[in-house]
């Protein structure tokens, strides 16, 4: 058992994404991909005809909704625990062990859209990064679709670094450098991103960026906030943040951001 398996074996994904800071990011991200969804039934498609892979599927999230609706989904999970979840919860999610950097299973220029909000977070080494994102450009057709989801190097620095009272211990031992940047020593299964980074990336992988936008803003920094909302109050945060998700000056504070590509 790899290191991955084994954390994901303990930790609880399904109550994170179901936590209110969860569905912040759930509930704007779903809106953004729904968009792109309606855009091609638009064309012309059927829901059957539209193929959506999910890469780093986790327990399903959103792969089992999106193939309850009728769409063509493909899920590659490389977490045996989270494999099984899909495979017992979503059957007709077509489920296959794998990683990003290699989607063997998948045919060239196949997907209508492709989801990645979980690899950028655990592939550390650059090389695999770009090697994921050439797999994402060689499976997509032309004018296809890439979701990405990175956790931000200064929501890290924020909450490990200041709430949590790390700070002087991770500058000094090496895990954030002098201008702030989370180092590869600072989580050994966590990679964080800058939006330099993401910029870099998606340019020398060969695609062209649609938007780039903060799934979940302040949500995880206002975690006991949220939990106090009533429902109303909760209504309107999501509101809000779907709101003000693409302005600029919001961009990188926050844990999530969703970039949205294309071939």
């Known amino acids: 058992m790899n290191q991955l398996e084994a954390y994901y ?4 994904e399904e109550k994170r994404l179901n936590s209110r800071h969860g569905q912040v990011e759930y509930y704007v991200t779903t809106h953004y991909l729904k968009q792109y969804l309606k855009q091609l039934e638009e064309e012309g498609l059927a829901k059957s005809d539209i193929k959506i ?12 909704p999106l ?18 979840r899909i495979r017992a919860n979503g059957p007709k999610v077509k489920a296959f062990e ?11 220029e196949s997907c ?50 200041f709430k949590e009272h790390h700070i002087k211990e991770a500058m000094a031992t090496g895990m ?8 590869d020593t600072a989580n050994p299964l966590y990679d964080y991103a800058r939006l ?14 649609e938007k780039i936008l903060s799934a979940d803003g302040p949500a995880n920094h206002l975690r006991q906030v949220l939990n106090a909302l009533d429902e109303e109050e909760f209504e309107l945060f999501l509101q809000y943040q779907l709101s003000v998700c693409e302005r600029p000056e919001l961009l990188g504070a926050g844990c999530h951001t969703l970039d949205i590509l294309r071939k």
Do not use: W
Not at 69 to 81: F, K, L, M, Q, S
């Open 9 to 12: 074996n303990k930790f609880n």
């Open 53 to 64: 892979l999910d890469v780093g599927a986790g327990t399903g999230r959103y792969a089992i």
């Open 67 to 84: 193939s309850e609706e009728g769409y063509d989904v493909t899920a590659i999970e490389p977490v045996h625990h989270n494999l099984g």
């Open 98 to 108: 794998g990683r990003a950097e290699k989607l063997k299973q998948i045919p060239d």
């Open 112 to 161: 209508d859209i492709v989801l990645f909000f979980g690899p950028m977070y655990h592939l550390k080494d650059k090389k695999l990064r770009l090697q994921a994102m050439q797999e994402a450009h060689r499976v997509l057709k032309t004018d296809g679709h890439l979701f990405i989801s990175y956790i931000m190097n200064d929501y890290s620095v924020l909450m490990y670094g």
């Open 176 to 183: 954030i450098d002098q201008s702030f940047h989370c180092t």
């Open 196 to 209: 330099e980074d993401i910029y870099e990336l998606s340019n020398q992988a060969g695609f062209t960026r």
